[in-house]
């Protein structure tokens, strides 16, 4: 687990970073990334309530597509799962 908390740490640096800047800005966090085909059902909590354990990854991009020029999530960081 040792190689999991260099991720961690490198998040705890970047975010900060992003959360501080003058940017318009959205972290997407996703839960575990699989290659399946999409599900159409999207959960994106800022709590952690109701979310899986997966996202598809055709889910998570039209979600990240979406948000592009979609303000709901503005200057926050979501998680993301089906």
Same mark, same amino acid.
């Given at each position: %687990?040792?190689?999991?908390?260099?991720?961690?740490?490198?998040?705890?640096? %970047?975010?900060?970073?992003? %959360? $501080?800047? $003058?940017?318009?800005? !959205?972290?997407?966090?996703? !839960?575990?990334?699989? +290659?399946?085909?999409?599900?159409?059902?999207?959960?994106?909590?800022? +709590?952690?309530?109701?979310?899986?354990?997966?996202? !598809? $990854?055709?889910?998570?991009?039209?979600?990240?597509?979406?948000?592009?020029?979609?303000?709901?999530?503005?200057?926050?960081?979501?998680?993301?799962?089906?």
């Amino acid at each position: %687990m040792k190689w999991f908390q260099v991720i961690i740490d490198d998040k705890n640096r %970047m975010e900060p970073m992003i %959360m $501080n800047s $003058n940017l318009d800005w !959205t972290i997407i966090r996703g !839960t575990t990334v699989e +290659d399946k085909p999409a599900k159409n059902k999207i959960t994106a909590t800022l +709590d952690g309530k109701g979310l899986k354990f997966s996202i !598809t $990854n055709s889910d998570l991009a039209t979600f990240v597509v979406k948000h592009l020029t979609e303000t709901t999530f503005l200057k926050q960081a979501p998680t993301v799962s089906n």
